[in-house]
């Protein structure tokens, strides 16, 4: 078998900048040798991270971009992971390799003229993303924005919301941090009801817009269903690189009718009602993930033989959809199926 990596359209990016957000937080601006990249603001790109141990595939919101540039910011994580080497390697000068634009955690979601964007620490980018665009689309836009971060050195973009502040007339920035700090003046502790109500006091007659951490998503979602809202008008993007939830860890044994799985080679089964990320996982095959919602891109694989129902949500290009690629978290297997991963 021909174990190589699929080969879809990558981007050959060169790092043309880096500047420092906050202390664990820096912006890389990137930009393609093949020309301009086009981007809808909310998108997010997935990187082919040259790790000591091997490439791993990891998604960022992208930031914002100019001329057919592409900024990506990104927060330094854990020792080892991809994040820090990002850090600690992508420099002016310095090349990396990406999957074209994906997403559709977008402003084309957009049907109520009243938006609430409620972001978590990283969470800010696909936000400040939107709201660049906003700013040259729609500077009247009634746009409500809750931001929590852990603490006031870690608050991103805070010179540039105060610039867009001036020139948005209707637009609010509420910013809560956990630990505070002398000098701040906003407010304090986690996300809960009470402190959102409070910033957006019509969060629940709003379309709201939000980006965290799985538990920070959650919980929004819940208060905003409490202060009425409909769940049609409730839009999440996650990050971060975890296993989507119900996705077992442990292995069970398959119930009712199933297909084989192989998956670069090794032989798994899978059920027909768990997606092909499901099967892998429960297995202890791992598969890079993100969203695990079908709109991150994270988790492409190709599709080597097999029937599937694949049903992804903005996170193929058309291009590799006709290469055979599909989404590890929003496909099932309808035969035996043969996939490779990236
Ligand atoms: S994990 Fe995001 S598309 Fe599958």
Redesign the pocket.
Known sequence: MDMQAPSAALLSLSCIAVRDETPTVKTFRLRAGSGPVGFTPGQALVLKVPLPGGPVWR?FTISGGTGGDLELTIKAQAPGGATRWLHENLREGSGIEARPPRGAFTLGLRENDRLAFVSGGSGATPMMAMLRHLAQTDPEADLAWFHAARDPAEVLFARELAELQARMPNLTVAISVSRVAPGWFGYRGRVSRARLATAIPDLGRRQVFCCGPQGFMQEVRLIHAAEGGARMQFHTESFGGVA?AGAPMTEAAPEGPGFGLTVNGRAIAIRADETL?QASLRQGVIIP????????????VQLVSGRVDSR??G?LTPEEAAEGYV????TRAASDVEIRLA
């Not at 993930?289 to 492409?300: H, I, L, N, P």
């Not at 989404?327 to 929003?330: D, K, M, P, V």
């Open positions: 998604s989507p990320l993930c993100g969203c695990g919602e079908g709109m991150c891109g994270t988790c492409m992804p949500n996170g989404l590890a978290c929003s």
